[in-house]
């Protein structure tokens, strides 16, 4: 079994050099965990690597990726853009090529940084240590543009670091927008994924909207931008800075990304409201459903997220307001939100996130369908309904189950 200094040596004595490049410098400048490792070996070709390290399990098809030990090692190399889109590359490798320039390929400095694994030195050649001291995002070399999905690769590194963005970088993202629709609707996916894990989302959705390219895959959002709303309710601003203090809320109350997907997209009916309504929003919480789904089809969510997002938009109004409904309302919203994937407390954190002025916990405990809900269920259950209706089946059993929750809600 080699270690990584024993496979650097072995590479060193056939005339080579082995770096550890990418994300992992970056993570270990920023004191980060290092979920995995990539090397980069100059002063090989194909032939000698497998020469050399016979016991390499090669992968990938347009150019060779060796896995020892579980560690990725790939050749240096150059790249030219070949057609449209992001997997439109013709690679090359050569024994020639720097670490200078297989790092002039990569997107963004902070990821262009480079370390002999020997002799523990740095290669920076475009400054990423120091925008990484500065906590800004810029584009390595005018080879950004030729992969879009770098823009929403720079979009989610700005919420996950919470870095901004080189104006100069902004305005290639934006010379992408045309070829964005090239993307695969997974790779989107993934990148809105990570963005939402991320301690502010909103950065995101934020990036995208100063590069102008929300309207390809985020219609829905672009379209809350102007949508003015009640300004003694929400004094914020309109449905966009609405739903992006929301999202950023979700982010501080729960790790769940079908939660913070729910809390992100609560609103989207407000962005489909007729101008001459405004600032009022009726019927935004039905709209929305039907905008989830929309969104869910273009990038390829879960269905399990399309579900939470739908229940979020229909029921969080009246969840909102439920001390002020009847007992049979209520029911209907215990009932409907516990069976959906969402959940009451799902919805709770939706509601607490939605409604949050100042104080987000203060709110969330101040939010009581969820408990009350529980204990209606609870108490009033299919065996409480057999026990004193012994001879009631199908329909009339699931009618009775709800008016007994309905005189449970009543008499507490």
Same mark, same amino acid.
């Given at each position: 079994?080699?270690?990584?200094?024993?496979?650097?040596?072995?590479?060193?004595?056939?005339?080579?050099?082995?770096?550890?490049?990418?994300?992992?410098?970056?993570?270990? +400048?920023? &004191?980060?965990?290092?979920?995995?490792?990539?090397?980069?070996?100059?002063?090989?070709?194909?032939?000698?690597?497998?020469?050399?390290?016979?016991?390499?399990?090669?992968?990938?098809?347009?150019?060779?990726?060796?896995?020892?030990? &579980?560690?990725?090692?790939?050749?240096?190399?150059?790249?030219?853009?070949?057609?449209?889109?992001?997997?439109?590359?013709?690679?090359? /490798?050569?024994?020639?090529? %720097?670490?200078?320039?297989?790092?002039?390929?990569?997107?963004? %400095?902070?990821?262009?940084?480079?370390?002999?694994?020997?002799?523990?030195?740095?290669?920076?050649?475009?400054?990423?240590?120091?925008?990484?001291?500065?906590?800004?995002?810029?584009?390595?070399?005018?080879?950004?543009?030729?992969?879009?999905?770098?823009?929403?690769? %720079?979009?989610?590194?700005?919420?996950?670091?919470?870095?901004?963005?080189?104006?100069?970088? /902004?305005?290639?993202?934006?010379?992408?927008?045309?070829? +964005?629709?090239?993307?695969?609707?997974?790779?989107?996916?993934?990148? +809105?994924?990570?963005?939402?894990?991320?301690?502010?989302?909103?950065?995101?959705?934020?990036?995208?909207?100063?590069?102008?390219?929300?309207?390809?895959?985020?219609?829905?959002?672009?379209?809350?931008?102007?949508?003015?709303?009640?300004?003694?309710?929400?004094?914020?601003?309109?449905?966009?800075?609405? /739903?992006?203090?929301?999202?950023?809320?979700?982010?501080?109350?729960?790790?769940?990304?079908?939660?913070?997907?729910?809390?992100?997209?609560?609103?989207?009916?407000?962005?489909?409201?007729?101008?001459?309504?405004?600032?009022?929003?009726?019927?935004?919480?039905?709209?929305?459903?039907?905008?989830?789904?929309?969104?869910?089809?273009?990038?390829?969510?879960?269905?399990?997220?399309?579900?939470?997002?739908? %229940?979020?938009?229909?029921?969080?109004?009246?969840?909102?307001?439920?001390?002020?409904?009847?007992?049979?309302?209520?029911?209907?919203?215990?009932?409907?939100?516990?069976?959906?994937?969402?959940?009451?407390?799902?919805?709770?954190?939706?509601?607490?996130?939605?409604?949050?002025?100042?104080?987000?916990?203060?709110?969330?405990?101040?939010?009581?369908?969820?408990?009350?809900?529980?204990?209606?269920?609870?108490?009033?259950?299919?065996?409480?309904?057999?026990?004193?209706?012994?001879?009631?089946?199908?329909?009339?059993?699931?009618?009775?189950?709800?008016?007994?929750?309905?005189?449970?809600?009543?008499?507490?």
């Amino acid at each position: 079994m080699l270690d990584i200094l024993q496979i650097a040596n072995k590479i060193k004595n056939e005339g080579g050099t082995l770096y550890l490049v990418g994300g992992a410098i970056r993570n270990k +400048l920023l &004191n980060i965990p290092i979920t995995d490792e990539d090397y980069c070996v100059t002063g090989f070709s194909k032939e000698k690597f497998q020469k050399v390290f016979p016991e390499a399990k090669i992968q990938g098809k347009d150019f060779p990726v060796f896995i020892i030990e &579980n560690k990725e090692f790939a050749l240096a190399r150059k790249e030219r853009k070949s057609g449209v889109g992001h997997k439109a590359f013709e690679f090359f /490798t050569d024994e020639n090529i %720097t670490i200078e320039e297989d790092l002039a390929r990569r997107d963004l %400095t902070i990821n262009s940084i480079a370390q002999n694994v020997l002799t523990k030195e740095l290669i920076d050649p475009f400054g990423g240590v120091q925008d990484i001291k500065d906590k800004i995002l810029r584009n390595t070399t005018n080879a950004f543009k030729e992969d879009p999905l770098r823009v929403y690769r %720079t979009a989610r590194f700005a919420a996950t670091l919470e870095f901004t963005v080189d104006s100069a970088t /902004t305005k290639l993202m934006n010379s992408l927008k045309n070829e +964005l629709n090239t993307l695969s609707k997974e790779r989107v996916f993934v990148e +809105l994924k990570k963005a939402l894990a991320s301690n502010k989302p909103s950065i995101f959705f934020e990036t995208l909207k100063n590069a102008e390219v929300l309207e390809i895959h985020f219609e829905e959002i672009l379209n809350l931008i102007g949508k003015i709303q009640p300004e003694k309710y929400h004094p914020e601003g309109d449905s966009y800075n609405h /739903t992006m203090i929301v999202v950023d809320n979700s982010a501080k109350l729960t790790n769940n990304l079908e939660i913070r997907f729910s809390a992100l997209v609560h609103d989207l009916g407000k962005g489909t409201t007729p101008k001459k309504i405004l600032p009022h929003h009726y019927a935004h919480d039905l709209r929305g459903v039907e905008l989830v789904q929309k969104m869910g089809n273009r990038i390829a969510l879960p269905n399990s997220w399309v579900k939470c997002g739908k %229940t979020a938009c229909k029921w969080h109004m009246k969840a909102g307001i439920f001390e002020q409904m009847t007992p049979s309302k209520k029911v209907d919203l215990i009932e409907n939100v516990s069976a959906s994937i969402l959940g009451l407390e799902g919805l709770k954190i939706v509601v607490a996130c939605d409604k949050a002025r100042n104080n987000l916990q203060e709110t969330l405990n101040s939010i009581t369908f969820e408990k009350i809900g529980k204990q209606c269920l609870s108490n009033i259950n299919g065996e409480y309904i057999r026990q004193k209706y012994p001879n009631i089946s199908g329909e009339e059993f699931g009618k009775k189950l709800h008016e007994e929750r309905v005189k449970w809600l009543k008499s507490n």
